[in-house]
């Protein structure tokens, strides 16, 4: 980890944290909620060593990369404007492409905005989805699964961060990353995520030392950078992300290489209709170059932290080949 260089970037009106190692061609790697660049540790170590520059910022709003207060500037053009500033400040003209949880949702609308910069896109967790012009986005979580779903819970500023605070942080991390239930995650208000259950003991790919990584950082800067992300869904793309901004993408496709990977016990495996959309050809029609999908038996959400190298294989097999 010592051989990780760590840099601050100017780009898009904010300082980004970036950690770097390794030369040749450079992958970029987008991490989600609860994420950091740390995330992707056992991805930077190991591509590295295989002759890759990889790159891992925190996103807008985390780690020790710039945390804007309003809500409104964490919209997708925000976010992939910071990355294409990133690209601009390193002098990369193109990079392959990892993305995981809103990380991954930034990753489709990155491969939307700018498929210039992207040789190839290894994405995870959260599948692309088409943007419906009919429906929002927090209008369907509410329909499925009423109210109480988290992300409907995570809206009201301030709130979530209320009841987070009440909860060790370093618990809460656990809790996070412990999760292997697939079922949607729902907070009765009157309960709030305050009646968390205590977290099961550390799985053997997860350490106190990397909890207590998440933790010192979440204390220093707070969920309210995170948890934007989901504050702008309605006004976010595609996936979930900028919904009413993006109305002139509408039933655009995804046009680079891809090869996708998700755990059968992700919660977003289990999202209604979303399987059936990845086996069934709607996937494959809206992303025509999608060469693979790789569906992880037994593992769940985090899977780049789960089943490191399992991935570092998949992500290696498929961009060696470009």
Not at 52 to 80: K, M
Not at 153 to 177: H, S
Not at 300 to 318: G, R, S, T
């Amino acid at each position: 980890m010592e051989k990780i260089e760590h840099t601050r970037v100017s780009t898009n009106g904010i300082n980004m944290h970036v950690a770097t190692i390794g030369t040749g061609p450079e992958i970029l790697f987008l991490h989600g909620f609860p994420g950091l660049w740390y995330s992707w540790r056992h991805q930077l170590l190991s591509l590295s060593s295989l002759g890759y520059r990889c790159i891992a910022p925190d996103l807008r709003g985390y780690g020790d990369t710039d945390a804007p207060e309003s809500v409104n500037q964490y919209t997708v053009f925000h976010i992939v404007g910071d990355l294409i500033g990133l690209l601009d400040s390193l002098g990369i003209q193109q990079v392959f492409l990892v993305g995981h949880d809103w990380g991954a949702l930034i990753a489709w609308s990155l491969c939307i905005f700018r498929p210039d910069r992207i040789k190839a896109l290894v994405n995870t967790s959260v599948a692309f989805m088409p943007r419906n012009p009919q429906v929002k986005p927090l209008d369907g979580f509410r329909f499925m699964f009423g109210d109480d779903y988290y992300i409907c819970r995570f809206q009201e500023p301030g709130e979530a961060e209320e009841d987070f605070a009440q909860v060790n942080t370093a618990e809460l991390i656990k809790l996070f990353f412990t999760s292997r239930n697939p079922r949607p995650p729902i907070f009765p208000m009157e309960v709030g995520f305050r009646a968390l259950p205590d977290p099961p003991s550390l799985p053997s790919w997860l350490t106190e030392e990397d909890i207590n990584f998440y933790a010192a950082k979440f204390n220093q800067t707070g969920f309210s950078g995170g948890l934007n992300y989901y504050r702008n869904i309605n006004l976010k793309v595609l996936d979930y992300l900028n919904w009413e901004l993006t109305a002139a993408w509408t039933r655009v496709e995804i046009k680079v290489p891809v090869k996708f990977i998700i755990g059968d016990l992700d919660l977003t495996y289990h999202i209604p209709g979303v399987k059936e959309y990845i086996h069934n050809g709607g996937f494959k029609k809206d992303v025509p170059l999608l060469q693979d999908v790789v569906v992880m038996e037994g593992v769940a959400h985090y899977l780049n932290q789960e089943k490191p190298e399992e991935v570092n294989k998949h992500i290696y097999d498929f961009i060696k080949k470009f």
